[in-house]
Structure formats: C-alpha cells, structure tokens
C-alpha cells in the first residue's frame, strides 16, 4: 500500500536552532497535514495544506505543500524546550476519496 | 468546548478479557477512526465509519470490533482474539474523509 517516508526519524535540538523535517512519497499526495505529539497524549493538528505550493504559517511553524505534490516539509524557527514531542506529517492520496496516511514520526529532542 | 474524549486514560485487563474502550465527539463530524500507536511507531489503523451504523475494517482489524449506533460515538472492543493487545489506542474524527483529523486523548491499554 501507499507509504509516507518521513525523515529524519529523530533529532536533537538546542534552544534557539531552526528545525527542518519533510515527508515524501512515490505518488502524488492531494493533502497534507502536519500533527504534533506529546508523550501520552494524541496527535494536535499543527498544519493543513491542500494547494501545490502552498506555503503556510501558523506561529514558528512553517510548512510547504511541495510542487509536485510528492513531499511536504516544516520548519520551526528559533526552537524552545516545549517544541519537543514527536511530528507526524500525514496525506491524502492524489486520485483517492480515501483515508488518510500517516509517516512514521520525527522525534524531537533537547540536546543533552 | 467541542472535541473528542476517550475514557478512561488508562486501562489494564487481564489476558482472556474482552474490553471496550470509549470514544465521544460532539463536533458533528461523520466520519470516526480507531488507530493503534506501539512505541517508536506510526499510527495503524484499525476500524473506520464514515456514517451511522455503518463501519469498515481498517489495517489491522483483526481481534477488534466496533460499533456505531450514535453519530457522536464510536467504541471499540479489543477482543481475547487480539495477540498483542497492550499498545496506545487513539480516536479521531473528520467532517471530511482525507482531510482535517482532530484526535482525541488516548487510552493506554496494558493486558497482562
């Protein structure tokens, strides 16, 4: 079936760095979505993306519908202690009414 | 507020038990998902319905069954059929199909 692959798997970040992280696929993708997860909690939707090219905001957050609708990617700018968790970047495929299909994760982590 | 809960937050059973873990939202959406989280994984999903008395097996349904008798409710019953049933159970739902999910709280299950 469809799969999303998602990397990296996991990094370590220090207060104040930029973070970048991207989901890609072998079809095109008509959604994407970027979630973020707390340990022992549920996925909050961080982002949602329905254009190609579409690029969007919401506070330090950034992420981008890729051109050929193959990938989508997000940056967090000026990273804080609370940016910690595990990011989901999840998709609609291109031509389906289907369900949605989740990446694996990024783990994000403070340096020690 | 509208949102989706799931109760309890944690549950332990012991081997042989069926058990049904809750799933409400009062944000009118029609469509419903139950997905299991393992460690260091992705979300899988397990059972989906799109309307009223009507649901579909997901990825992994074996061992689980579900119901859909409300439009704001959506249980799931892991059986003594499922061989690894301890893992982190995530509800959702969607006004939309392939787009926008809004995830509830989670429930842990720990079957010993």
């Known amino acids: 079936g469809q799969q999303l692959n998602q990397s990296p798997q996991s990094m370590f970040i220090q207060e104040g760095e930029d973070v970048s992280m991207n989901c890609t696929s072998s079809?095109?993708?008509?959604?994407w979505l970027w979630y973020k997860q707390d340990p022992g909690e549920g996925p909050v939707l961080l982002i949602a993306?329905?254009?190609?090219?579409e690029l969007t905001s919401n506070g330090r957050l950034t992420a981008q519908f890729g051109i050929t609708r193959k990938d989508s990617f997000l940056n967090i700018s000026a990273s804080i202690p609370s940016d910690v968790g595990i990011y989901f970047c999840?998709?609609?495929?291109?031509?389906?009414?289907?369900?949605?299909?989740f990446g694996k994760g990024t783990k994000l982590s403070v340096k020690p | 507020d509208g949102g989706i809960t799931q109760s309890p937050k944690y549950l332990f059973r012991k081997e042989g038990q069926n058990v049904t873990l809750s799933c409400e939202q009062n944000?009118?959406?029609?469509?419903m998902y139950w997905y299991r989280q393992d460690p260091g994984q992705g979300l899988r999903l397990i059972y989906y319905?799109?309307?009223?008395?009507?649901?579909q097996k997901g990825d992994i349904a074996e061992g689980y069954s579900v119901s859909r008798e409300k439009k704001e409710s959506f249980p799931l019953t892991v059986t003594s059929a499922q061989k690894n049933p301890t893992a982190f159970y995530l509800c959702?739902?969607?006004?939309?199909?392939?787009?926008?999910?809004?995830f509830g709280p989670g429930t842990r299950l720990t079957v010993t």
């Open positions: 944000l009118n959406h029609d469509a």
């Open positions: 319905s799109q309307i009223v008395n009507d649901f």
């Open positions: 959702a739902s969607t006004a939309d199909r392939g787009h926008e999910q809004y």
């Open positions: 993306l329905y254009k190609a090219g």
């Open positions: 079809s095109i993708f008509n959604t």
């Open positions: 999840a998709g609609q495929p291109g031509g389906s009414q289907g369900n949605l299909i």
